[in-house]
Structure formats: C-alpha cells, structure tokens
C-alpha cells in the first residue's frame, strides 16, 4: 500500500504560511488529481489546494483554521493504484464499500458546502445557491461555476424559488423567517464571539510579525496640493467620459511617489535577515479593503506607466478584489506599499510595514486650510503623507530627503510635469 503526502504549498512569493480554512474532503473520499482538497488563505490571496495525487485520502493531518508553514504536511492520500490492490484482496470489503455508496448519492454529497468565495459572489450578484448544479466533486458549486452564471446573464429566478418552496413546505420557510431575526438580536444583546479564522486570522499573523521583528519609525511631511487638485478637477470628467474610469487623486500621489523610489532606491528595499534586497522594479502595493477582509495587491512596475496607467492598475484591481477575482498573481513581488487612509477621512496615520518591505507611505485626507504664504493668509489644499520605516534598512536623513523629493514633486504638479496620458 503506498500513502502519499499531500504538504502545505507556497501560494506566493514572500507567502511562508497558509491557513486551512475549509477542508472540502473528509477521510475515506475518492479524489482525482487536480481536484480541490481544501481552501486555504493567506496574507496574500485565497485560494485553493488541489490533489497531487489520485486516490483515497486517508488522514487530514491539520485541522480548519490551523496556520502552518509551507511545506508541512496537511494530508495524506492512498493512491489509486493501491486502493485497487486493496480491493482486489478484499472483494467482500469492496462490496460493501459499494452498497455504501450507492446508497449515500455521493453526486449531491457537497453541494451544500460553500466556500467563502462561492457566498461572497453568490451574495454580490443574489443568486440563490441552492438552484445552481455544482461541477465540482459531490456536487460541490465551485468559484467558476457561479462565475459562468454570472457572465451568462440568466441567474436563476430567486423570487421563483421561494413561491416554489412555500407553497410545497410554508412551515419550514415561515419559522426561518420569524428565527432569524431573534438570533441576531439575541446575539446582540448578549455580545456575540467572533471566531478569528480565514482571511482575519492571517493579517493578523502577518501585522504580529512586522511589529514585533521590524523596528519601526516614523515622519511626516505637509504638503500643498492646490495646484494637483485644480489639474485633477479640471480634468477628470473629460477623462471619465473618455476612459470610463475615475481619475483618483490616489493615481497622481501613486504616480509621484514611484518615480521618487526611482531616485531613491534604498526606500525600495527589503530586510533579508543578512542583506539588504534593493529591488530594480517599482512594484507598488496598494491596500484594498472588501467587507472585513483586506487584501494587498500590486501594480507592476509604477514608474514606468503614465497617471492614466496607474489610475487603470488602481480600477481594475479594486474591482478585482470586489468580485473575489484577484489571483496569486496579483499579490506577488510588492517591494513598497502605499495606503489611501484619506479615503476614511484620516488626517495623520502610522502604518505598519507590509512585511518584508522596509517601508509604507500613508496618504491622508486633502484639506482645504488657511496657510501663511508671503505673510499673508490663503486658502490652500493640504494633505500630510505619513512613512512607517524599517529602521534596519533606513535611517532619518535618506527618508527625509526621499519625503521631501515626493513633495516637491507633488507641490509642483502640472500638465507639463505630470500629464495624465
């Protein structure tokens, strides 16, 4: 009998851990290799683990909401071949596994077992679940099969469903409809416990990380950024119309702050425990929020694109983690990281560094105050830009200078110096 070892994969290029949080197999399930074992999540992306093997799984080694290390066994599998041995010397133990299944119908066995993906979109687009034929193994609805749904355009008809459903059992349905509510305002009132799992659990894990190994330090700048907002606003609808995309400030401030990286590529490093990694690309991390989950993805190579071309990376990622779209892919290779917290109305932040980077920029709120100029009162656009720092790699004088790079360059913002095409 020969018992394969399924292990914990690397999902991405700085990812070193991967939480478990669901298993979608249990002990004694035939598998084929490539289906999906479980759901794992990161501090980078979800995703899922597909089967090295084809076979019987024989024992889930980590339990759900278990974080382990890349490369640790989670599973194992008897491969088909030797269950096929098996049940050739045991005929009366292949039988009866048989009758098992024939009475069990495997075929709808996981239907109801949805991964946070699945109910994520499901709940984005109100499709109702339990009208869609899963694809997936045991009858499990996958990602892709809610997606084709989705692109189809003929989601099934929910309204219908629910007439069907009264008419045929109106007591299950009143008594779900009438519970409910009290649940949540039982649970309310008394304080409810929230499991910290999936996508929680390892910013968490992540956040602990960087604070604790990373010495951090802090500065802010001030800057005025009239002469941006005016060029912004004078601009933006024109492109709108013609790109059908939001021209943000975040895009200009993205936009400035990569191409002072390039003048300043310590800032564009990373701590690698006996050296310091400067990185050649650009690779900005941008944070994107999605309910209470958070994700980081990155846009490639930022100096070399145009404001419009940042301000497409900014649309279609946003967009992307808004329908669970995002793939490892667009998480990897991140080497500084930039934080709207304007966008909530913050006016002063310190970040905690994406780790391994050496650095984070906060861009806070613009805001319109009377500043002194040629001893007389003004009314200006302000905004401060706060840098968390990892002070193994930098010290206050090459960030002050890289600060007051990035403001110049945004207090002189133009269509000259910074055309949006």
């Known amino acids: 009998m020969t018992i394969e070892k399924i292990t914990m994969p690397k999902l991405g290029e700085s990812v070193t851990e991967g939480t478990i949080s669901t298993w979608l197999v249990k002990p004694g399930d035939q598998v084929s290799k490539y289906d999906a074992i479980a759901e794992v999540m990161t501090d980078k992306v979800n995703a899922e683990i597909p089967s090295s093997f084809t076979g019987v799984i024989k024992e889930l080694v980590v339990s759900e909401g278990d974080t382990v290390e890349v490369g640790t066994l989670i599973c194992t599998i008897e491969t088909e071949e030797a269950g096929e041995k098996k049940q050739t010397d045991t005929p009366s133990s292949a039988a009866a596994e048989t009758e098992s299944i024939s009475t069990a119908t495997p075929d709808t066995a996981m239907k109801s077992r949805y991964s946070p993906a699945v109910m994520r979109l499901a709940q984005e687009n109100d499709l109702d679940l339990s009208a869609i034929t899963g694809t997936g193994k045991g009858g499990r609805i996958t990602r892709k099969d809610v997606e084709a749904i989705i692109a189809s355009g003929e989601k099934p008809q929910k309204q219908e469903q629910k007439q069907t459903a009264t008419a045929e059992a109106p007591s299950p349905v009143r008594d779900e409809k009438t519970t409910e509510p009290a649940k949540?305002?039982?649970?309310?009132?008394?304080?409810?416990?929230?499991p910290v799992t999936g996508v929680r659990k390892a910013i968490a894990n992540n956040m602990v990380k960087a604070a604790t190994e990373i010495p951090h330090a802090w500065m802010m700048v001030e800057v005025d950024v009239t002469d941006l907002v005016a060029y912004r606003n004078k601009v933006k609808d024109t492109f709108k119309e013609k790109e059908g995309y939001s021209l943000t400030f975040f895009s200009f401030f993205v936009k400035a702050i990569a191409q002072a990286l390039k003048e300043f590529p310590q800032l564009n490093s990373s701590w690698a425990g006996d050296k310091i990694i400067q990185h050649d690309d650009v690779n900005i991390s941008i944070a994107v929020a999605k309910d209470?989950?958070?994700?980081?993805?990155?846009?490639?190579?930022?100096?070399?694109?145009?404001?419009?071309?940042?301000?497409?990376?900014?649309?279609n990622l946003a967009k992307k983690a808004r329908t669970g779209k995002l793939t490892a892919a667009d998480m990897q290779g991140g080497t500084f990281t930039v934080n709207n917290t304007g966008s909530f109305g913050s006016v002063q932040s310190m970040g905690i560094i994406n780790y391994p980077q050496a650095a984070i920029l906060q861009v806070e709120s613009i805001v319109k105050r009377p500043v002194i100029i040629n001893d007389m009162f003004a009314a200006r656009d302000m905004v401060n830009l706060c840098l968390s720092?990892?002070?193994?790699?930098?010290?206050?004088?090459?960030?002050?200078?890289?600060?007051?790079?990035?403001?110049?360059i945004l207090e002189n913002v133009s269509e000259s110096t910074m055309p949006v095409y």
């Open 292 to 315: 209470q989950e958070l994700f980081v993805p990155v846009i490639q190579s930022a100096d070399d694109l145009s404001v419009k071309g940042v301000a497409k990376q900014i649309t």
């Open 389 to 408: 720092l990892d002070h193994r790699v930098l010290d206050g004088l090459i960030c002050g200078q890289f600060m007051a790079r990035v403001k110049e």
């Open 184 to 194: 949540v305002t039982q649970s309310d009132a008394a304080g409810k416990a929230i």
